[in-house]
T-cell receptor, first 111, second 118 residues
């Protein structure tokens, strides 16, 4: 069974600060996704990472993938309140194409 | 962009009754849809993979007789929670991918259905 773990589970940070969320997974996969979920809402796709060393950036968020280490990171630069949400990484299996989600990181940005 | 519509958004039912949740892809066709369950402040757990025109594939530990999935067309999958009990109360989310899109493209998610069983 594919396991996907994120840390930290909860993150409270001040506006303007930087921080990194980590996503580790247990089996070989070359497709990793990051999603954002606002309270009571569905999931919004943020990044798609498809190869070792892939790096994607959008605004204050940057995601990277190291398939050898089975690790992805989501880096937040100069956080703002609007980034408060829960962030999930998801790993897709190479065979069945199912997505398995990480434990989630609940981010709160404090003014 | 690709839109997945889920209905209802919320439902309250009594123990012992059955509830049907619909998941529709509005502007694309999906040969495969996925059903997830999410408990408060927890992650999404994959319940089953819904395959158009064939039986769903259930994840380990998910009761197929409890959670009936039907994928009768390329735009509609339904999840029926049979003989619901309070422990079935949860947030259910469906997702799909346009069958014409790249294998690598992200899943599109419905807005979820919050089920409360009293």
């Amino acid at each position: 069974e594919l396991k996907v773990e994120q840390n930290p589970l909860f993150l409270s940070m001040q506006e303007g600060k930087n921080y990194t969320i980590y996503c580790n997974y247990s089996t070989t996969s070359d497709r990793l996704y990051w999603y954002r979920q606002d309270p009571g809402k569905s999931l919004e796709s943020l990044f798609v990472l498809l190869s070792n060393g892939a790096v994607k950036q959008e605004g204050r968020l940057m995601a990277s993938l190291d398939t050898k280490a089975r690790l992805s990171t989501l880096h937040i630069t100069a956080a703002v309140h609007d980034l408060s949400a829960t962030y999930f990484c998801a790993v897709a299996t190479n065979t069945g194409n199912q997505f398995y989600f990480g434990t989630g990181t609940s981010l709160t940005v404090i003014p | 962009g690709a839109v997945v519509s889920q209905h209802p958004s919320w439902v309250i039912c009594k123990s012992g009754t059955s509830v049907k949740i619909e998941c529709r892809s509005l502007d694309f066709q999906a040969t495969t849809m996925f059903w997830y369950r999410q408990f408060p402040k927890q992650s999404l757990m994959l319940m089953a993979t819904s395959n158009e025109g064939s039986k769903a594939t259930y994840e380990q530990g998910v009761e197929k007789d409890k959670f009936l999935i039907n994928h009768a067309s390329l735009t509609l999958s339904t999840l029926t929670v049979t003989s619901a009990h309070p422990e079935d109360s949860s947030f259910y989310i469906c997702s799909a991918r346009d069958y014409r899109s790249s294998y690598n493209s992200p899943l599109h998610f419905g807005n979820g259905t919050r089920l409360t069983v009293t």
